[in-house]
């Protein structure tokens, strides 16, 4: 059984960073195909930042430039990055296979508001 557990969010202003990290513990034999998702209120889970093959990162058009998905594959735990934060950016932060292949674990809130 994976487990998926999420941290890091928080109340931040415009312009401002957080660092989330995304803890996996049970049978995950790797890092390749994880990413990260949200949800703003009253919208779907969105796919913002994911691995590929060979450790490539990709990145949804709303965050390129401003996010940064990272991993420490020894420790099993993934990291993102978010710089230049924007109200629109406020929403419950996931982690989880491109392939939604896991059980949610309870994300994190991140609120970017003046």
């Known amino acids: 059984q994976v487990q998926l557990v999420e941290s890091g969010g928080g109340l931040v202003q415009p312009g401002g960073s957080l660092r989330l990290s995304c803890a996996a513990s049970?049978?995950?034999?790797?890092?390749?195909?994880m990413g990260w998702f949200r949800q703003a209120p009253g919208k779907q889970r969105e796919l913002v930042a994911w691995?590929?093959?060979?450790?490539?990162?990709n990145y949804a058009g709303s965050v390129k430039g401003r996010f940064t998905i990272s991993r420490d594959i020894g420790k099993n735990t993934m990291f993102l990055q978010m710089n230049s934060l924007k109200p629109e950016d406020t929403a419950v932060y996931y982690c989880?296979?491109?392939?939604?292949?896991?059980?949610w674990g309870q994300g994190t809130q991140v609120t970017v508001s003046s």
């Open positions: 691995f590929t093959g060979g450790g490539t990162t």
């Open positions: 049970g049978r995950i034999f790797s890092l390749s195909g």
């Open positions: 989880n296979t491109v392939n939604r292949s896991y059980a």
